[in-house]
């Protein structure tokens, strides 16, 4: 059996100079690279992405550069950024997550992975009320491919502030739930963009798989889900027309900016958001500057001198 591969994100982000602008300052975070012949299968089965290095996954516990929380967690019954439960520790017999990011220059899409211990999951199958989280779990994740850092919504007069409409033209946030339901609200769906009101978002070739899940468990009670999906970003994102939008083109060694949000609602009785950036990173669902530095690596040693087998393959070789 092949060695797990190791990387240091220190020796691989020396060189790279300070940071840029978002938070947490002077962090980076590592985007694991597949390779083409490697590409994950997506089926929920997350055998593949054992390969990845623990220091490229992320949980609730992570910390940034300077030992701070990378997560941190909001009460959005508050409803104001200057309220709610900032840095709350993990409780992890409310929630566990375990969660990793890929990407891959030939696709130019990212990958995730998600495995997810809840106490209480929540995944309602009727019309709810729209809260930031949509009352339900969910991943969101916001990324700003260029790394523009321009504002990304309008800012509500109730936040004190005046900025651009943009409606995730530069950079693009969506709410990722699992199971998908197929219901006359769009909020309900798989693929939630939420600023955007595109209709061909969610559908391959610009993202999938709203099937690609497990789940032990069932709304109310407590459930294990473990997802993998697949999507691509734009630099400018006609919400009309996939034809007339201009997506994002990844290389090794560019940053991106991105925020990723673990959403817990727990039947309504609390909606904690755990959400990186710290005290800041809570303001990255309306500016881009707000996000999270993410670095998209080399391919790693461990592919070196390997023949590569399609992950199809090797799973199907399992099978009786």
């Known amino acids: 059996m092949i060695a797990r591969a190791t990387l240091s994100m220190t020796i691989l982000l020396q060189g ?19 390779p083409v012949e490697a590409l994950p299968v997506m089926d929920g089965d997350l055998s593949e992405w054992e390969v990845v290095p623990d220091s490229l996954w992320l949980d609730l516990n992570t910390l940034d550069a300077d030992g701070n929380p990378l997560f941190w967690a909001r009460d959005w019954e ?24 890929g990407w891959n220059d030939e696709t130019d899409r990212l990958y995730f992975a998600q495995q997810r211990h809840d106490d209480l999951f929540d995944r309602r199958d009727s019309d709810e009320p729209i809260s930031l989280c949509v009352g339900h779990d969910g991943v969101d994740v ?27 033209r530069s ?13 006359t609200s769009s909020y309900l769906d798989w693929h939630w963009m939420w600023m955007s009101s595109a209709t061909w978002h969610d559908k391959e070739p610009y993202s999938c798989c709203p099937d690609a899940y497990t789940l032990e468990g069932e ?9 993998e999906w697949w999507s691509v ?10 034809a007339n939008s201009v997506q994002a083109e990844l290389s090794e060694g560019q940053i991106i900016g991105m ?13 904690d958001r755990w959400a990186t950036g710290g005290r800041d990173g809570s303001a990255w669902w309306k500016e881009s500057d707000y996000l999270s530095d993410w670095i998209l ?16 393959q090797v799973k199907a070789s399992f099978t009786p």
């Not at 790279?16 to 300052?25: D, F, K, R, S, W």
């Not at 709304?219 to 997802?227: P, R, T, Y």
């Not at 925020?259 to 009785?269: S, V």
């Open 16 to 34: 790279l100079g300070p940071a840029q602008a978002h938070v947490p300052a002077g962090t980076v975070l590592g985007i694991w690279q597949w």
């Open 78 to 101: 508050a409803q104001s950024p200057a309220a709610g439960r900032y840095g709350t520790e993990a409780d992890p017999a409310d929630l566990t997550m375990r969660f990793a990011i």
């Open 142 to 168: 916001h990324v700003d491919a260029d790394h523009s850092g321009l504002p990304n919504a309008e800012c509500y007069s109730d936040f004190g502030c005046d900025i651009i409409y943009d409606r995730g």
């Open 171 to 183: 950079a693009q946030q969506a709410l990722f739930l699992f199971p998908s339901i197929s219901v």
């Open 219 to 227: 709304h109310g009670a407590e459930g294990v889900l473990i997802a």
């Open 233 to 242: 970003y734009y630099n400018d994102l006609d919400h009309d027309s996939p």
């Open 259 to 271: 925020g990723i949000a673990f959403c817990d609602d727990d039947l309504g009785t609390s909606e």
């Open 297 to 312: 690596l080399p391919v790693s040693d461990y592919w070196t001198g390997i023949e590569h087998t399609s992950w199809g």
